[in-house]
DNA sequence: GATGAATGAGATTTCATTCAT
DNA sequence: CATGAATGAAATCTCATTCAT
C-alpha cells in the first residue's frame, strides 16, 4: 500500500504550493527564500527541490491553476444569458478584480508588474499563454459587447478597457485592506468604471459615424 | 575655504543621486547595487554611506525631487490657456504616463506597485504627501474640466481617471520598449482612453440628470 | 523459494555495480552521483545502499574485478607464444593502454592519479595487492625479455618501462576521443615507444658490459 | 599615504594564493573549499572574491606564475652550455620532474590529469597557451640532441619522451614522500630512464638508416 | 570628505544518506 | 527486498555595510 506514502507526498507538495503562494503574494518572488517557504510548509528547504526544480518553476507551478480558474470565472461571466452587455462587463471586470485583489502579490507577478528576471526566464511560458488567453477573452467580449468586429478599432477598446481594470487591480494591489473590503467598498466605484467606459466607447463611436456623413 | 569642499561634497551627493536614480529607473530597487551606484556616480561606495544612511534611504531621497518635477509639469499641463477641457485632460496624462515610463523602475517605487520592504519603512512620509499632491491636482483639474463640485461624484470620477493612467503606466511599465517609443506608438491610444472617458464621464452626468427631470 | 530471489538480488547488484562502473569511467568518481548511478541502473538510489555501505565501497568493489580481469588478459598477452620479446611488449603494453582509456575516470582510481580521499581510506587494500600483481607480472616479463635476473637492475627498468606505459595512459585520459579513435590513432607511437624502451635498455646493457671489460 | 593599505591588500592576496596553491595541491582543485583557503589565509571567504572573481579564475591566477617559472627554469637547462644532449636532456627532465613533485595536486590541474571541469571551462586559456610552449620547447630540445628535423619524426620522439616524464610525476604525484626525498631517491632513475629513452631513439634511428640501405 | 579593505549574513542549490512503509 | 520521502551538511557566491586610514 503506497497510498499512505503517495499522500503524504502530495500533502507535502500541497502544503509547500501553499506556503509559497501565501509568501509570494505577501512578499514579492524575489523577496521570499526557499528557507521562508520550507518553514511555513513545515518541511525542509531541501525537499521543495524534490518536487520543484528551482524557485522559479515553482513559481510557475503555482500561477497556472489560479490563472486558469480565473480563465474559467471570467469565461462564465463573460456569458451569462440575460445580462445587458454592460452588466456583462462589469460581471467580467468584478471577477478579474477579485482575483487580483485576492492574490495580490501574485497578481503583480502574473501580469508582470513585477520582476524582470521572472519574465526574462521564461518568455513564452505558459503563463503568458494563458495571460494572452484573457486578453483575447476579454477583447471578444468588449467586441460582442460593443458590436465591434476584430480589427485595430477593437483591439484599442480592449487595450483602454484593461488599461482601466489593470490600473485597478495595481493601485489595491499592496493596500493592506483585505480583497472582501475593498469589494464592498468599491465596487460601486468599480461597476461605474466599466459602464463610464462602455458610454465612453459607444459615444466615440457615435461621434466617428456622424463624422463620416 | 570650506566652500569648495562643499562645493565638490554637493556634486558628489548630486551625482550619486543622478546614478541611482537612473539604475533604480532602469532596472528597479533590488537590482541595483550600492557598487554599482558608485562606479556610476564616479565615486567609492562607501562614499554614499555618507550622504545616506543607507540604500533605502538613498532611495527617499531620490523619490522627491522627480515627484515635485512631475508635480510642476502636471500643473503646467493642467493650466493650459486656450486648450479644451478634454486636450487638458490628455496633455495632463501624457505627462503622468510619459514621467512613468521615463522612470520605469521609480515609477512602481513612487506609486507602490513594488517593494512593499519601502512602504513599510516610511508609511506616510513624504512620498505619500506628493503623491495625494497629485491625486488632488487630478481631482481638481477633472473637476474643471466636468463642471463638477467637490464632492462623492468628482472623487469617483477622479478614482476612475487615476485608475486609467495608472494602468497604462503599470502596463508598460516592464516594457522593453523605450519610453520614447512607447509614446510614439500608443500615445493615440492613451489619448483616446482619455477622450472615452470624459465622453463616459459626460454621458453618465447627462443619464443621471435624465433620471433625476 | 529463496532462490529467485537471491538470483533478482544478484542482478540488481551486477546491475549497480555496472552502471557505477560505466558512469565512473565516463565522468570521474566526484561528478556521478548515487541518483545518476540508481536511474542508469534501473533501481531506486536507496536501493544501492541495500548492497553497498556507501558511495566508497561500491567504488571499491567495483575495483576488483576489472583489475582481475585486466591481470588476465595482461598474462595471457605476456605468455604468448611464438612471439619476440619486443612484441610480447608491445602486446603487453597495448593491453594495458587500452584497459586505461577503455575505463578512464576509472583508471585515475585505481591508480592514484586521483583523488586522496579514497587512497586514504584503503591505504593498502586489496587494490593495491593488485596494483603490486600488476607490477610484478610486467617486471616479470621484462626480466625475461631482457634476460635480467631479478634484482635492482631489473627493478629500474620496470619502473622506466612502468612510467612510460602510466604516461601514456595519464596522457590521454582525460581526452575525448574514444577509447578505439585514439588506439587506432596512436597505437604506432605506443609501440614504438615500446621499442624504442626495449633498444634503450639493450643498448645500455651492453655499455655496462662493454664499460665492466 | 595610500602605500600601508595597499601593501596589507597585497599581503592578503598573497596570503589567499599561498593558501590556495598549498591546498589544491594537496588536496585537489574540486575538494577544496573557499571557506578552507580563507580559513588557511586567514581572511573571511568573502575576502577571496575581492582579488578574484571566482574559483576557477583564483586557480588560473595560481597557475601561471609557477608555470612560467618553470619554463623559464626548462629554457637554462634546455641551453646549458658545455653538457652533452643526454645531460641536457636529463637535467630538462629533472627540472619538470622536481617541479611536478614539488606542486603535486596542482600538477594535475597543469596538465590536465584531473578535473574535466577545468579543462572545458577554459579549453584555450593562458594555461593551455604555457602548456604548449613547455611541450615545444621540449620537442626543440629534443630535435637538436637527437640531430633531428621537425617533422613526425621528432613528433613522435616528443610524445614518447612526453609520456616517460609525466608517467613519472603522476606515478609519484600521490606519493607521501616529500619532493625532494623522492629526488633524491631516485633521480639516478629518473636519469637512466632519460639515457635509456636516448639511446633506444638512436637505436631506431641507426636501424632505420640500415633498413634504408 | 573620501576610500579601499574586509566582513557577516544569507541566498540558491546539490548530494549522500536515513527512515518509514 | 525495495522504495519514495525527507533531511542535514555543505558549497559557491552576492551584497549591504563598517573600519582604519
Redesign the interface.
Known amino acids: 500500500m503506497p497510498r499512505l506514502q503517495e499522500k503524504r507526498a502530495e500533502e507535502t507538495k500541497a502544503a509547500i504550493v501553499a506556503a509559497a503562494k501565501q509568501l509570494f503574494g505577501?512578499?514579492?518572488y524575489?523577496?521570499v527564500t526557499m528557507r521562508e517557504i520550507a518553514k511555513e510548509a513545515g518541511c525542509s528547504h531541501t525537499t521543495i527541490y524534490i518536487y520543484f526544480k528551482d524557485k522559479e518553476t515553482l513559481l510557475h507551478h503555482l500561477s497556472v491553476p489560479p490563472l486558469e480558474e480565473l480563465r474559467g470565472r471570467m469565461e462564465t461571466a463573460a456569458s451569462e444569458p440575460g445580462a445587458s452587455a454592460v452588466e456583462r462587463m462589469q460581471k467580467l471586470s468584478r471577477v478579474f478584480i477579485e482575483f487580483c485583489l485576492g492574490n495580490r502579490?501574485l497578481y503583480?507577478i502574473f501580469f508582470?508588474?513585477?520582476s524582470?528576471?521572472v519574465?526574462t526566464a521564461s518568455p513564452s511560458s505558459e503563463i503568458n499563454r494563458l495571460r494572452l488567453g484573457l486578453f483575447n477573452l476579454l477583447r471578444r467580449t468588449l467586441g460582442e459587447a460593443l458590436g465591434l468586429p476584430d480589427g485595430e478599432r477593437l483591439l484599442?477598446?480592449s487595450?483602454?478597457y484593461?488599461?482601466?481594470?489593470?490600473?485597478?487591480a495595481?493601485?489595491y494591489?499592496?493596500s493592506k485592506e483585505s480583497a472582501d473590503a475593498l469589494m464592498e467598498r468599491l465596487t460601486?466605484?468599480f461597476d461605474?468604471?466599466v459602464?463610464?467606459?462602455?458610454?465612453?466607447?459607444?459615444?466615440?463611436q457615435s461621434?466617428k459615424e456622424v463624422g463620416k456623413q
Chains 1, 2, 3, 4 share one sequence.
Open positions: 505577501e512578499k514579492g524575489e523577496a502579490g503583480g508582470g508588474v513585477n524582470e528576471r519574465d484599442a477598446c487595450r483602454i484593461f488599461y482601466q481594470i489593470h490600473g485597478i495595481a493601485t494591489s499592496h460601486p466605484t461605474e468604471a459602464a463610464v467606459l462602455m458610454l465612453g466607447f459607444n459615444a466615440l461621434n
